[in-house]
T-cell receptor, first 110, second 116 residues
């Protein structure tokens, strides 16, 4: 089983602060995806990173795939209350099923 | 229009009962999945079907039986419900199977199952 560990598990910050969420594994993945899940809803894909070292930006969100394709980070600049939710990373292997991380619950207070 | 829909959204039932959850996707995708999300928010795959054929069958009790009448539908029947089955069950779909690709999974809104 390919395990993905996310840190921190819980994060509560004030509006305007910056934050980084980490997703780590000992396994190599073909690609890695980040999802956001809002309360009462299903996860929604934010981004897929494929190449080692790749950086993708989505407005105030910056995603990076580790050089060895074993880890990833999500950085949010100037967080807003609308960023509140559960952030999940998912590793997609060359073969077999994808694996979800254990999630980071983010709360941004106004 | 809803891409992936599930019914019911909430399900409260007694231990020992049998219940079904239905899922439909109107995206024309070939692959559908069932996930279980526990109280700690951990999302774990249970089954995946590609064109009505079972691809992934994780270590799930035999009480759980998926059925795919066509590639747009994947239902989940649960026999003899137990307290530990309480969770949120998500259906998802993707154009092709995930392994090795960059497929996007589209998730339904979830079914919140509470077994009393």
């Amino acid at each position: 089983t390919q395990l993905l560990e996310q840190s921190p598990q819980f994060l509560s910050i004030q509006e305007g602060e910056n934050l980084t969420v980490y997703c780590n594994s000992s396994s190599v993945f073909s690609s890695l995806q980040w999802y956001r899940q809002e309360p009462g809803e299903g996860p929604v894909l934010l981004v897929t990173v494929v190449t080692g070292g790749e950086v993708k930006k989505l407005k105030r969100l910056t995603f990076q795939f580790g050089d060895a394709r074993k880890d990833s980070s999500l950085h949010i600049t100037a967080a807003q209350p609308g960023d509140t939710g559960l952030y999940l990373c998912a590793g997609v292997p060359n073969a077999g099923k994808s694996t979800f991380g254990d999630g980071t619950t983010l709360t941004v207070k106004p | 229009d809803t891409a992936v829909s599930q019914t019911p959204k909430y399900l409260v039932t007694q231990m020992g009962n049998d219940k079904s959850i239905k899922c439909e996707q109107n995206l024309g995708h070939d692959t559908m999945y069932w996930y279980k999300q526990d109280s700690k928010k951990f999302l774990k795959i249970m089954f995946s079907y590609n064109n009505k054929e079972l691809i992934i069958n994780e270590t799930v009790p035999n009480r759980f039986s998926p059925k795919s009448p066509d590639k747009a539908h994947l239902n989940l029947h649960i026999n003899s419900l137990e307290l530990g089955d309480s969770a949120v069950y998500f259906c998802a779909s993707s154009q092709a199977h995930l392994a090795g690709g960059q497929e996007t999974q589209y998730f339904g809104p979830g079914t919140r199952l509470l077994v009393l």
